[in-house]
């Protein structure tokens, strides 16, 4: 099996935009997965298919993909984005989920 | 819109089983999604754990494999988590999900989520 990378924080002020990115040799074949989790709360999913939103999710979220890496991208950061972001793909067979290890995002 | 609520024994001895359930309110489990459990270590990432259909057989994380078994419970609309042989690493929160795949499984998408239980491991 293969591991997804995170780096464990980010920090960005108000109104900026945030980059989180997830590294994985297995992500130039598998599509990529975001999510948010706040303090007590289940995760919820802000990304699926590399680069689609759930319905409901703001369209400052949106994700990309290049080769072995994909990027959260958060524009126009609020104190509100504050929170654990975790990237998940799949194994090579499709058949089990991978998560990365979060990234603590600060505003 | 429909909501799942897991459910069991907070505390369980090292070397015994854990057992949790998932249940649905709000309306009945889309019999097109998977129940999935994924769980989340005190300070750690998260861990698919597995999932099962109900017609075709569960699929499991290769690391719990030989531990774990995910059944339904299709009349009383609810799905079981149970692990064997269980240690302090076995200490988490278990959350359940209701997923539904797209393409043959190509890609997937979250309809719900349970708020998670904690589970501890201790003597």
């Known amino acids: 099996s293969y591991e997804l990378t995170q780096a464990p924080s980010v920090s960005v002020s108000p109104g900026q935009t945030a980059r989180i990115t997830c590294s994985g040799d297995?992500?130039?074949?598998?599509?990529a997965y975001w999510y948010q989790q706040k303090p007590g709360q289940a995760p919820l999913l802000v990304i699926y298919?590399?680069?689609e939103r759930p319905s409901g999710i703001p369209e400052r979220f949106s994700g990309s993909s290049s080769g072995t890496t994909v990027t959260l991208t958060i524009s126009e950061v609020r104190a509100e984005d504050e929170a654990d972001y975790h990237c998940?793909?799949?194994?090579?067979?499709?058949?089990?989920?991978?998560f990365g290890g979060g990234t603590k995002l600060t505003v | 819109q429909v909501q799942l609520q897991e459910s069991g024994p907070g505390l369980v001895k090292p070397s015994g089983t854990l057992s949790l359930t998932c249940a649905v309110s709000?309306?009945?489990?889309?019999?097109?999604?998977?129940w999935t459990w994924v769980r989340q270590t005190p300070g750690q990432g998260l861990q698919w754990i597995g999932e099962?259909?109900?017609?075709?057989?569960?699929v499991y994380n290769p690391s719990l494999k030989s531990r774990v078994t995910i059944s339904l419970d299709n009349p009383n609309n609810q799905s079981s988590l149970r692990l064997t042989s269980v240690t302090a690493a076995d200490t988490a929160i278990y959350y359940c999900?209701?997923?539904?795949?797209?393409?043959?499984?190509?890609?997937?998408?979250?309809?719900?989520w349970g708020q998670g239980t904690l589970v501890t491991v201790s003597s």
């Open positions: 999900a209701s997923v539904h795949y797209f393409d043959s499984g190509a890609y997937f998408q979250i309809d719900s």
């Open positions: 709000g309306g009945s489990f889309r019999k097109t999604n998977w």
């Open positions: 099962v259909f109900h017609s075709a057989s569960a």
């Open positions: 297995g992500l130039s074949k598998q599509y």
């Open positions: 298919k590399d680069n």
């Open positions: 998940q793909s799949t194994d090579s067979s499709g058949s089990y989920w991978i």
